[in-house]
């Protein structure tokens, strides 16, 4: 089945560092999201993409489809201790039938 | 307006027990999505409901069943369970673009 290959699997940052995470597939997705998720919570979507090309700004969150639109990136300007967390890419199948990525883990060091 | 809600949080069962897992949309909302989350497999789609209807299923074995009722909320069913079934549920119910996720039931299979 269509499988998300998300990177990296997890990252050590310092608070104020910029922060960057893709996604790919092996297939072209007119829709990408992106999620977040706290311990003991469900995924919080962050981030919408309906648009190849058009940069999608959240306050420091930033994402984009890649050029082949088999890819996303994900952005985090300035990090701060509660960016921690799991971001998940994911793509609808069809409607309300969504793949996700593995997730890549954000760890933020004091 | 309430997010979805999710009984009971935490479960405790053994090797062979059924268990059935709740989900109450946001008002409003007819389509309900149910997951299953593991460290190794990461976020995997169940199945899907919309008005009462299964519309949209993942691969998984006939043990996990669901339904949904006339006020959209929705149960997950799994029977015989298996050690491999401890994981995270989650259910999310949709709105026009995207889905709101609850916060989970964490089933542990002993």
């Known amino acids: 089945g269509q499988q998300l290959n998300q990177s990296p699997q997890s990252m050590f940052i310092q608070e104020g560092e910029d922060v960057s995470m893709n996604c790919t597939s092996s297939s072209i997705f007119n829709t990408w999201l992106w999620y977040k998720q706290d311990p003991g919570e469900g995924p919080v979507l962050l981030i919408a993409l309906y648009k190849a090309g058009e940069l999608t700004s959240n306050g420091r969150l930033t994402a984009q489809f890649g050029i082949t639109r088999k890819d996303s990136f994900l952005n985090i300007s300035a990090s701060i201790p509660s960016d921690v967390g799991i971001y998940f890419c994911?793509?609808?199948?069809?409607?309300?039938?969504?793949?996700f990525g593995k997730g890549t883990r954000l760890h933020i060091l004091p | 307006k309430a997010g979805v809600t999710q009984t009971p949080r935490y479960l405790i069962k053994t090797r062979g027990q059924q268990v059935t897992l709740s989900c109450s949309p946001i008002?409003?909302?007819?389509?309900v999505s149910w997951y299953q989350q593991t460290p190794g497999q990461g976020l995997q789609f169940l199945f899907e409901y919309f008005s009462e209807t299964q519309r949209n299923k993942g691969n998984f074995p006939g043990r996990f069943s669901g339904r949904q009722f006339s006020n959209s909320r929705s149960e997950m069913n799994v029977s015989t369970l298996e050690l491999g079934d401890s994981a995270l549920y989650l259910c999310?119910?949709?709105?026009?673009?995207?889905?709101?996720f609850g916060p989970g039931t964490r089933l542990t299979v002993l």
């Open positions: 008002s409003g909302h007819r389509s």
């Open positions: 999310a119910s949709s709105g026009y673009h995207e889905q709101f």
């Open positions: 994911a793509v609808p199948l069809v409607r309300d039938k969504i793949i």
